[in-house]
């Protein structure tokens, strides 16, 4: 419950917030905008290098109890450090990610700008991401552009290691 409520919000904040990206925002992750401004990540994140961003939908967040949501939402330091574990430095497309988990036997690991460790794995045409094979979230839409930030969507939010 509180490991849905953190990933789920702080996730898909990172990589929709700001006014230059509103018209591109999909709308089955809207609800990032509100936890990246508030966390203050959206500046850091538009402003610097290429950044991936895993961001799980408005359905994943919608299993969030809303008090432990608005907890979250309290503590935008806690906010900000969820929301660095669905990213990773630099541009990594889904051919690219396919390719190097692929060429590693089906999975690969990628540090978070938290400095955690994402698993991603790839069997057939399924990608999968999250921080343990445990807690596996699967890419539902990848490769949205916007701007230096690409985007993949994920069905589920989990707690970055």
């Known amino acids: 419950m509180r490991t849905q409520i953190l990933t789920a919000a702080c996730a898909i904040g990172v990589a929709f917030a700001g006014p230059a990206f509103a018209q591109d925002i ?5 609800t ?8 203050g990540v959206v500046e850091t994140l538009v402003s610097g290098g290429p950044v991936t961003v895993f961001v ?7 299993g969030v109890p809303e008090d432990a949501l ?4 309290g ?7 969820v929301i660095q574990g669905y990213a990773v430095t630099g541009t990594l497309m889904a051919a690219d990610v396919i390719e190097l988990a692929e060429s590693e036997g089906g999975s690969t690991q990628v540090e978070t700008l938290g400095g ?7 069997e057939g045409d399924t990608v999968t991401v999250g921080p343990s094979e445990d807690a596996m979230a699967t890419v539902v839409t990848p490769d949205l552009t916007l ?5 993949h969507v994920i069905d589920t939010a989990f707690l970055p290691m």
């Open 26 to 30: 999909p709308e089955e992750v809207g």
């Open 147 to 151: 701007g230096n930030i690409t985007v």
């Open 70 to 73: 608005n907890e979250l939402l």
């Open 116 to 122: 955690g460790m994402l698993t991603v794995m790839v």
């Open 75 to 81: 503590d935008t330091e806690r906010l900000a450090s």
């Open 56 to 62: 799980p939908t408005n359905d994943a967040v919608s």
């Open 32 to 39: 990032a905008v509100d936890a990246a401004e508030t966390a």
